[in-house]
């Protein structure tokens, strides 16, 4: 049981809930590679091993210390990567990790947003491996545990609670109003590019880093909902204004989890706060839900996420180091010169 830092009373998670989540699966990275990995000099290494096959996603990068470059291999991760996991097995950190980077021809490893519960972070720092390691905080995701009770809950969130209840009761209260989920790719077609419009109305459109103002981007979140909604993952909230869709959340349901990939409002109706009713209207719907445990939220942790949650993950950075001159000069970098550093400030 992990005891809640948040305003809920416990965190009732007997089991690691972010281990093999969705964009830990081969599919995640099938489409993530299909999208980002020409740009990044991507692949998947493989190891087969008494019949099982270890699969590691990565993207390449070199780095300059002292003058000198150090090809790397970084996690197959971008700004989109909620976490990140190896596929499989790793049943022997000591000798793959090393034949690994052996056979990509770099000096180190750097994998970003792991969860503490992923099969890489549980095997590269359990116990002695002889590897040269260093780990570092990523970012905070946090997340709400929606096993509990929903009054409770909503209790707890003190003050804004009433501002909330306001915004919902005086939005649905408009004629036309509703609240709507679709979770099938038929429905969802027809609407999927109205919806992510929605997206670029706001500050995201404006500084183009939307969905729809990037091809690849674009191509990525379209195949992953085409296959969520086939698999039966995906829920597509939407709230609608009359016959305008003001507000939408790109979730998906696995294992327990319901994932917020993506959410937006049309910037014209900012003041009615339809981004926040949407939020209630949702996580009502997931205590609901037996078949939801967590809401994530995801990272990086934010004062709009906190309001909401009841508790978080700190996901790492793992970084791993080659045994040769190389892989040395990169330690002293990335490892020792770091942590000198903070002891001398703190």
């Not at 609240?179 to 027809?190: G, S, V």
């Amino acid at each position: 049981m992990i005891a809640s830092k948040y305003r809920y009373i416990e965190i009732k998670l007997t089991e690691p809930m972010f281990k093999n989540t969705l964009s830990t699966r081969r599919r995640w990275f099938d489409y993530w590679l299909e999208s980002f990995g020409k740009e990044l000099s991507s692949g998947i290494w493989s190891l087969e091993k008494q019949g099982a096959t270890l699969q590691i996603p990565y993207s390449r990068k070199t780095f300059s210390v002292a003058g000198l470059p150090i090809p790397a291999a970084l996690g197959a991760v971008n700004s989109h990567t909620p976490r990140y996991d190896v596929l499989g097995e790793l049943s022997d950190p000591a000798t793959d990790i090393p034949k690994m980077m052996d056979e990509l021809g770099v000096a180190m490893l750097q994998f970003p947003y792991l969860s503490p519960a992923s099969e890489l972070a549980g095997k590269l720092m359990a116990g002695d491996t002889g590897l040269r390691t260093h780990v570092e905080p990523c970012e905070t995701a946090p997340h709400i545990d929606t096993t509990g009770d929903w009054d409770e809950y909503w209790t707890g969130l003190g003050k804004s609670r009433r501002e909330l209840g306001r915004r919902e009761r005086k939005f649905m209260g408009r004629e036309g109003a509703r609240f709507a989920l679709l979770t099938d790719w038929q429905d969802i077609e027809p609407v999927f590019r109205e919806i992510l419009d929605i997206e670029a109305s706001g500050w995201k459109g404006k500084e183009g880093s939307a969905i729809v103002q990037d091809e690849s981007t674009l191509k990525f979140y379209t195949s992953l909902a085409k296959d969520w909604a086939e698999a039966g993952y995906l829920r597509l909230f939407l709230l609608y204004d009359g016959e305008t869709c003001v507000a939408f959340e790109l979730d998906a349901e696995y294992k327990g989890i319901l994932h917020c990939f993506k959410h937006a409002y049309l910037d014209s109706y900012a003041k009615q706060g339809p981004g926040q009713v949407l939020r209630v209207m949702i996580l009502r719907w997931a205590f609901e839900n037996e078949s939801v445990k967590v809401f994530d939220m995801f990272g990086p942790d934010s004062d709009a996420k906190r309001k909401w949650a009841t508790g978080d993950e700190q996901l790492i950075t793992l970084k791993v180091f080659k045994s040769s001159p190389l892989g040395f000069l990169a330690w002293l970098r990335f490892s020792l010169a770091p942590r000198l550093k903070a002891r001398l400030t703190s």
